[in-house]
């Protein structure tokens, strides 16, 4: 089966490593992003002899007649990042397929990984499915889950996925390969599912009134290799690596954001219901970002999510 590999990161190189070890599959070609070309999947098609076809406009009929020779029986898209339409769709014999680290027909859209923490989620998934003119709502061919516990982070979770979506993948392949898909149709599974925006600059400040779950969750889905959550304490902002739920904390009205208690492993901040530790953090500038370090703030200091 010859396959057109529209991609980019790291997703997509555990992916075409386990592909090109099939002797039934055949990779004819690479698109990658156009605005990175990601350096190790142009080494690889030079390595292999594969054409590497950068485009701006996939969808354009300048670059549908210049893939048109390699007679890809099916595209696949690992992290690509350009707006599909119609006339590419419906290109190839067998379809565009699409992988993703959401479960479809929820978490659709953007920054799924993050989002399945800060929701709270015991587990996440990865679907592979007919890429159509929507979001991410194309039917589904293979969807696995995964669970998540509450030490998992946006760091651990991403690395899971990076390697699963490779084996997602192959498995769907697979099965269209065999013509055994019995595609599922999303709202089968649910009429409206949900769908997340990309998150943006600023959206990482934290706001203490929530409770300190939804605060813990937030922190550990944002943290390295995102952009960590962050706070300000007397003008100075400082980025949350790591926090932990304090067992049996008293749930109590008091000043939000007030440092409750200190010690060795960090400091108790008040929370909406309860307290929360934060147990790492790093000074930010505007030089960059500082050493990390444990937090040993007076009881009374408040830390905010504004700058005042």
């Known amino acids: 089966m010859k396959i057109g590999y ?7 190189h555990e992916a075409i490593n386990l592909i090109s070890n099939c002797r039934d599959f055949e990779i004819v070609f690479i698109v990658p992003r156009f605005d990175t070309q990601d350096p190790i999947l142009k080494e690889w098609a030079e390595n292999f002899n594969i054409p590497f076809l950068p485009h701006k406009n996939v969808n354009s009929q300048e670059f549908l007649d210049k893939i048109e020779k390699y ?16 006339t590419i769709i419906n290109f190839p014999r067998l379809g565009f397929i699409n992988c993703h680290a959401g479960a ?4 659709r859209g953007r920054n799924p990984l993050n989002w399945v923490l800060i929701n709270g989620e015991s587990r996440f998934g990865i679907t592979v499915h007919y890429v159509d003119e929507g979001i991410d709502t194309g039917d589904i061919i293979e969807q696995r889950f995964y669970p998540i516990s509450i030490k998992d982070t946006y760091g651990s979770l991403l690395d899971q996925a990076v390697s699963q979506c490779a084996v997602v993948l192959y498995a769907a392949l697979e099965k ?5 898909v019995d595609a599922t149709v999303q709202s089968e599974i649910h009429p409206i599912g949900t769908y997340f925006g990309m998150r943006k600059i600023g959206d990482e400040f934290v706001d ?14 944002i943290t390295s290799p995102g952009p ?4 300000f304490l007397s ?9 932990s739920i304090i067992d049996n904390a008293p749930k109590y009205i008091s000043t939000i954001g007030e440092v409750v208690g200190k010690g060795e492993n960090g400091i108790d901040v008040k929370t909406g219901d309860s307290s929360l530790r934060i147990e790492k953090i790093f ?15 007076r009881i009374g200091a408040r830390l905010s999510g504004e700058r005042f």
Not at 176 to 180: D, L, P, Y
Not at 235 to 243: F, L, M, N, P, V
Not at 283 to 297: A, I, K, L, Q, Y
């Open 176 to 180: 269209i390969k065999n013509g055994t």
């Open 208 to 221: 203490f009134s929530w409770s300190s779950d939804r605060l813990h969750n937030f922190i550990r889905a």
């Open 104 to 107: 479809l027909p929820f978490y």
């Open 283 to 297: 000074e930010v500038n505007d030089d960059g970002e500082g050493n990390e370090f444990v937090p040993s703030f």
């Open 6 to 12: 529209f991609a980019d990161g790291p997703w997509s």
């Open 228 to 231: 960590c959550a962050r706070f």
């Open 235 to 243: 003008g100075q902002q400082y980025g949350i690596i790591a926090s």
């Open 71 to 86: 007679d890809a029986d099916i595209l696949v898209s690992m992290s690509f990042n350009q707006i599909l339409k119609k």
